[in-house]
């Protein structure tokens, strides 16, 4: 039984970074309608930041954990002005293309400076140490992780649902149009959504420099799992997306443990899973069959 | 089992890529010339590059007239073709070195085994259309990639498959230059069989999908079939490329079923021109070209050139290099008249 929840406990902190990144990159595409490759670069860049700020400035993961992502969340904007926004007018294909060579330009700028390797950074000394829960302990930092996404994901949710600009956003999303009609500059948010989609990969970048290896290619794999995560639970749908992200952090870390017997298991059941939603209901679990984005 | 999905109309795409309209309406004497002088380059080809280099150029360029044969006219664009290179190249290596075949038989095994990969990957995958279809293939590419890793005892894992042998009736091909010319014929037909697909009325259909997916439908159309069976005939034509690549480099590694592989095909045939087919064959011998001299002058980041290359192509030329020429070509006679 122990056994179970640790497991369970697991899958859930891994999902949560599968939320974290699958949540930004909804938020980005129900804006912009880009999918953005970039997302798992961005996650990396996250993590190698606070890995290079705390051994080459001794800046502490905290003010990394705010840095990092408002740092990224800018240079996202700058982004977004710079190129992506010249093609989002086009197939939604040619920005995927951009991001793509924008990934392979930011993993080798990273690798050329710092090299393949993966580099240790050492857990805060505030969440080092592990919490007991009764019949078994956790690791601090992962209870952490866990409560922070989770706290991050309500947050964004009840930004979107319950604030002016959330509606506005929303609203934006759905029927740009009609918006516009209102009298609302709807370009305007366009920037700041996918900075925002931005910054929050680069956070959970940060939040795993202290639990996973950092290294140029940390993201480049995540992100690849993240899309079959969005197609799992539709890439339209913000909460589909945090829900399919939490499900296959679950259903993965419980396939590890229980069919251990054939390792690879772990890494193809989120395939697996897409295969079957796809024959199941194409347009994700909680999509709406739509317009061919 | 028909969805919705792709019944909206995909009227708000970009205008559909005109490269090969404008070269189908060339005169005659001018495809022929092009024709001719086409076959004028691979013929020389290995006297004026290293003869290793000439054989990859021929490889890419069945693999980006493969995806190009999705992309450009049928519209889906597979970021997982790598799935159906490199399965063929295991495969291909294996019979190979295990059954001692001739290289093209071998070639031919691999072939297939990417074409039966393909009935299931593309059944799954042109139920989404549009960025969807490219994140499904991605995924399912990298599904085949993490079971190439794990299946050591056939993969030999990192280590790749070694010594992969080129033996034809007893006939000496070691030599990079004799075995260009061994394969020419093969490619020649793979990239002839393309043609053929395209200018056949199976084609026409699937640029009638491309451009209106609604309408084939209504006219009566199987429009997942026809999808279905261009994903097919792509992943046989991407699987003979990766087959002979394989036998070229005689070492098969993980890296031919890596996403980048199925990135780099993709940007080749955007290079070359989407939907021009021969395109991505000029694409592909310019990418091959590139990355060998930047390895050979000791450039480390790849990535950084092909990534910028990448992200120009996007921004500032679309139309790629078939394209613009093919557009220029017909501007200029459209002035003349």
């Known amino acids: 039984m122990s056994g179970f929840a640790q497991n369970t406990f697991n899958g859930l902190v891994s999902g949560a970074f599968y939320a974290l990144l699958a949540l930004g990159l909804a938020v980005i595409f129900g804006m912009l309608r880009v999918v953005n490759f970039a997302h798992g670069a961005f996650y990396m860049l996250g993590a190698f930041g606070a890995y290079v700020l705390l051994t080459e400035a001794g800046v502490p993961f905290w003010a990394a954990l705010v840095i990092m992502p408002v740092g990224l969340g800018l240079l996202g904007m700058a982004l977004e002005r710079a190129v992506i926004h010249r093609l989002t007018r086009l197939d939604p294909l040619y920005n995927f293309l951009l991001t793509f060579g924008l990934t392979l330009i930011l993993q080798d700028l990273v690798k050329l400076r710092y090299g393949v390797q993966s580099s240790p950074y050492e857990t805060p000394s505030l969440l080092s140490g592990s919490v007991n829960f009764g019949l078994f302990d956790f690791p601090t930092y992962r209870v952490f992780i866990l409560g922070f996404a989770v706290l991050l994901c309500v947050a964004v949710w009840w930004v979107l649902t319950r604030t002016r600009i959330g509606m506005v956003v929303r609203a934006s999303t759905e029927r740009p149009d ?61 909460f589909g997306s945090v829900a399919a992200g939490f499900g296959i952090g679950l259903v993965q870390a419980w396939g590890e443990a229980y069919l251990s017997a054939f390792p690879i298991v772990s890494q193809t059941i989120v395939f697996v899973v897409m295969a079957g939603v796809l024959l199941w209901r194409p347009a994700g679990l909680f999509g709406r069959e739509e317009a061919p984005a | 089992m028909t969805s919705t999905v792709d019944t909206a109309t995909d009227a708000s795409r970009s205008t559909p890529p005109s490269g090969l309209i404008a070269v189908a309406r060339a005169p005659g004497w001018v495809r022929y010339a092009l024709l001719a002088v086409g076959l004028a380059v691979a013929a020389w080809l290995p006297n004026g590059l290293y003869p290793a280099v000439a054989v990859d150029i021929l490889c890419w360029a069945l693999f980006a007239v493969a995806v190009d044969l999705l992309l450009g006219f049928t519209g889906l664009m597979s970021f997982g073709h790598a799935a159906f290179w490199g399965t063929s190249a295991y495969v291909t290596g294996l019979v190979a070195i295990h059954a001692g075949l001739p290289f093209p038989l071998a070639v031919l095994a691999g072939a297939l085994a990417a074409a039966v990969l393909a009935v299931p990957i593309g059944y799954l995958a042109v139920k989404r259309t549009g960025i969807y279809f490219a994140m499904v293939t991605l995924a399912f590419a990298q599904m085949v990639y993490y079971v190439a890793n794990e299946w050591r005892s056939v993969t030999q894992g990192e280590n790749g498959l070694q010594g992969v042998p080129r033996s034809f009736f007893g006939l000496d091909l070691t030599d990079d230059y004799f075995f260009y010319y061994a394969i020419l014929p093969i490619v020649l037909l793979g990239l002839a069989a393309a043609w053929r697909i395209v200018h056949s009325p199976f084609g026409r259909v699937l640029v009638g999908i491309r451009d209106n997916p609604a309408r084939a439908r209504a006219l009566g159309y199987p429009v997942h079939r026809y999808k279905l069976t261009a994903f097919v005939l792509s992943g046989f034509i991407a699987g003979l490329g990766g087959g002979l690549f394989a036998v070229g480099h005689r070492f098969v590694s993980l890296d031919v079923l890596h996403w980048t592989t199925s990135g780099k095909a993709v940007i080749v045939v955007v290079l070359g021109g989407i939907g021009t087919l021969w395109g991505g064959v000029l694409g592909a011998g310019i990418v091959v070209r590139l990355e060998d001299w930047l390895s050979f002058s000791g450039f480390e980041a790849i990535g950084l050139v092909t ?31």
């Open chain 2, 307 to 337: 990534g910028g290359i990448f992200v120009l192509v996007v921004v500032l030329f679309r139309r790629g290099i078939w394209g613009s020429v093919a557009a220029l070509a017909h501007r200029l006679a459209a002035r003349r008249r």
């Open chain 1, 178 to 238: 009609l918006t516009r009609a209102f009298g609302i500059d709807v370009g305007r948010w366009v920037t700041p959504v996918f900075g925002f989609g931005i910054g929050l990969a680069g956070l959970a970048g940060v939040l795993a420099a202290p639990m996973r290896a950092v290294n140029p290619l940390m993201g480049a794999d995540l992100i690849i799992v993240v899309f079959a995560v969005v197609v799992i639970g539709g890439l339209g749908s913000i």
